[in-house]
Structures are given as structure tokens and as C-alpha cells.
């Protein structure tokens, strides 16, 4: 009987031990992601469910706020020692932020990771002088949505990738009537809209160069957009205009606008007609469509940092990325699952294989300054007011220019 016991007791301490250690073992990630919609965080609450699924001992928990939001807080979350240990980095800001990211070259190495099968730009966009901070999700060029039910009605042709600045502005103002606009403009649509005429506004050494006569001409563009054709709504001086635009062409209220192949999910929902896709306007020569992308990070604060790698292994992993393109959430990053994006994501967005076929063929980097968070904010600030017509194209760069040397 006592030996009986014995065994009893050792066996409970051994099963105590064994409880505790497998609960040792649980590791607990968070991972701080942008939405735009609800159907876009459900889209991100199975990429985390997918990390569990493969390694039961990892949960991930997934906070999202809005895409300005984002930005706001995240070097507040850095400065007060609050980052997730997933951070979502965009390309376009990955020179501001990339001190906050592990740098993953070595852990590339080690575990042979094929960073082959990912689109090379967006590699590149991922990178740091030669370092990667983060394994991307999506790439995609800007392009322009268009409302088919508008144009159809209008009598307007559907616009083929490839079409003209002229094309683009007849067009706008032929559906520019009724209280309704042909286009939808943002200010930090110059930066895209100038690299797609040729105009250079960072020079050959990495600077701003907002002032030479290129990127003022390009600035003229877009502020006589609104101020001269009066074929784009005024829009205010806030950092989430974008949103706002979005949602004017979701509501009908502009007929055109600049966006990604990732906003699809969202529109998806929200726009009651027919959506079509078409290349960015280009200027007298080729168009030179710029594309950038997104991906996941490990923070440098992590404590974590093993199980953070293989979590954002699974969330830019073949299935993951299928899964993202089939609902329509993102081009992927992997060259071979892009098929799925053009086969289910764009099948009901008339043209759209055709317009991102073209504008990826006719893709250039795009080139941004070490500062650009801070000149985007200084776009967002200093447009609205030349949109509205109480500044000029060269006063509005001067003013942008001067501040962005600060």
C-alpha cells in the first residue's frame, strides 16, 4: 500500500510538472495591424488563427486600428515601450520606422528561406540598405477605380490601361454634372501621379526637390484638378483624406479615384455598382507606375522574437497569401499566388487583370525621402488650400519644400 502510494504521489508530481511546463511552453503574440472594414479584420483574424493552427503552442492576438491611426501611434507605442511583438510595416515607410523592426537577414540564412519567391520590389520596398526588416504579404501598383455605371450612362467608353493624361481629364469632365465629380484627388496622389508623367521631385542624391521646374508642373496638374477644371471636390486639410475620397466614390459621389489592388475587399462591400480598373493616366511618354506594398516585422522589444519569426512565416506563407488574394484583400507579395488574386479577387472588377498586368509592366520604384511621413503630412496641409485656389502650384511646393528642410 505505501508503495502504491508512492507511485500515486510521484506520478501527480510528475503530471504537475509536466502541466506546468507545457504551460511554460504557451508563448503569447500580439500583433498591431490597420483594417479598413470589417471584412478586412475577419481577413486578419484568420491569418492569425492560421499561426495557431500550425504551432498550437503560439496565439497571436490581433489589435487593428484605422490606417491613420496606425501611423499616429505608432512611434508613441515605440517611445513608451508598448510595441506588439508583430509590427505591420508599409514599404513607403519602412526608412522612418525600420530601427523598430528585428532585421532578419540571419534569420533568412539560417533557415534557408526562399526569399526568391517574393516579387523583387517589393523585397526591396522591405528593405534597408541591403537589410530586410520585414517579410512582405501584398505588392501592387496604384491604379484608377472607376465607377462603370457612371461612365455606361454617360455614353463614356470604358478607359483601356494605357490611356492619356487628355483621355483621363475629357473623361472627368464629361462626368463632372449634378452636384457629382469625375475624380476624387488627395494631395499625396502628387507623388504618385508625378512619377507616372516622368516628373522628378527627389533628385539624383536621395533629396526633395519639390521646387525644379518638373515637379512644379506636375504640382499644376493636380491643383488644376480642382481649381481650374473643377473636376475634383475641394477636400479638407486632414491627414485621412484619403478615407474620406474613398468613401465618396463608394457613395457615387466621384465617378474616378487613385487606389490600390488591396482596397478591393472593402469596396467590395460598400459600392453598389459595377467597379472597373484602368492604369494611371500617363503624360506624352511611357507611364511610369510606382508600386509598393506591405508586410510583417519582428519588434526589437519582442520577447519573443523565435516565435514571432515563424508567425510571420505563416502569415506570408503560400496558403495565407491564397487565402488574402481570394478575398480580395491583397495582390500577394509570392509571384506564384497571384494567380488567385486575378482568377477570384479580380473577376468582377471589369478590366482588372488587364489594368494591373499593364501597370506592373510599366513599374518603377517609388521614390520617397527619409522624411516622407513628414512631407506627406506637409502635403496633406499645404493642398487643400491651392485646391480651393488661395495658392499656386509654386508657392504651394516653396511653402512644402522650405518646412520639409526643417
Do not use: C
Not at 511583438?85 to 519602412?94: F, N, P, Y
Not at 475587399?265 to 492604369?279: N, R, Y
Amino acid at each position: 500500500m505505501k508503495v502504491l502510494k508512492k507511485t500515486l504521489l510521484l506520478a501527480a508530481i510528475g503530471s504537475s510538472l509536466f502541466a506546468t511546463a507545457a504551460s511554460a511552453e504557451q508563448v503569447n503574440l500580439t500583433w498591431q495591424m490597420w483594417t479598413g472594414s470589417e471584412a478586412d479584420t475577419k481577413g486578419w483574424q484568420h491569418l492569425a488563427d492560421m499561426v495557431t493552427a500550425k504551432y498550437p503552442d503560439i496565439k497571436v492576438t490581433l489589435t487593428t486600428t484605422g490606417w491613420v491611426d496606425y501611423w499616429t501611434r505608432l512611434p508613441v507605442l515605440a517611445a513608451s515601450g508598448q510595441l506588439a511583438d508583430i509590427v505591420s510595416m508599409q514599404s513607403l515607410r519602412m526608412p522612418n520606422f525600420y530601427s523598430l523592426l528585428e532585421p532578419l537577414n540571419d534569420r533568412i540564412a539560417a533557415n534557408k528561406f526562399d526569399v526568391g519567391a517574393f516579387t523583387p520590389s517589393i523585397i526591396g520596398g522591405m528593405s534597408v540598405d541591403k537589410q530586410l526588416y520585414g517579410l512582405p504579404y501584398d505588392v501592387g501598383p496604384w491604379v484608377i477605380y472607376y465607377n462603370q455605371d457612371a461612365l455606361e450612362a454617360a455614353g463614356i467608353p470604358l478607359p483601356k490601361p494605357g490611356w492619356t493624361l487628355a483621355e483621363f481629364t475629357d473623361t472627368a469632365k464629361k462626368l463632372t454634372k449634378d452636384g457629382k465629380y469625375g475624380f476624387g484627388i488627395t494631395p499625396v496622389n502628387y507623388s504618385v501621379l508625378a512619377s507616372a508623367w516622368g516628373d522628378k521631385y527627389v533628385n539624383n542624391a536621395g533629396e526633395l526637390d519639390l521646387t525644379n521646374p518638373g515637379a512644379v508642373a506636375a504640382a499644376d496638374r493636380l491643383i488644376g484638378f480642382a481649381a481650374k477644371d473643377k473636376i475634383a471636390p475641394l477636400v479638407p486639410p486632414s491627414a485621412d483624406v484619403g478615407t474620406v475620397v474613398q468613401g465618396r466614390f463608394n457613395s457615387g459621389n466621384v465617378a474616378m479615384y487613385i487606389d490600390g489592388p488591396w482596397s478591393i475587399i472593402g469596396m467590395k462591400d460598400q459600392a453598389k455598382f459595377k467597379i472597373g480598373l484602368t492604369t494611371l493616366p500617363r503624360a506624352e511618354g511611357e507611364l511610369s507606375a510606382v508600386t509598393a506594398g506591405s508586410g510583417f516585422g519582428i519588434a526589437t522589444t519582442s520577447k519573443n522574437k523565435d516565435a514571432a519569426w515563424k508567425a510571420i512565416q505563416v502569415l506570408t506563407s503560400p496558403e495565407a497569401l491564397q487565402y488574402l488574394a481570394e478575398q480580395g484583400r491583397a495582390l500577394p507579395a509570392r509571384t506564384a499566388s497571384q494567380s488567385s488574386w486575378y482568377k477570384v479577387a479580380a473577376k468582377d472588377i471589369t478590366n482588372g487583370g488587364e489594368a494591373l498586368d499593364y501597370s506592373l509592366a510599366h513599374s518603377v520604384p517609388y521614390v520617397i525621402t527619409n522624411n516622407w511621413a513628414a512631407v506627406e503630412n506637409l502635403f496633406n496641409q499645404y493642398f487643400p488650400p491651392a485646391f480651393a485656389g488661395s495658392a499656386d502650384a509654386k508657392q504651394t511646393m516653396e511653402s512644402i519644400q522650405s518646412l520639409a528642410q526643417q
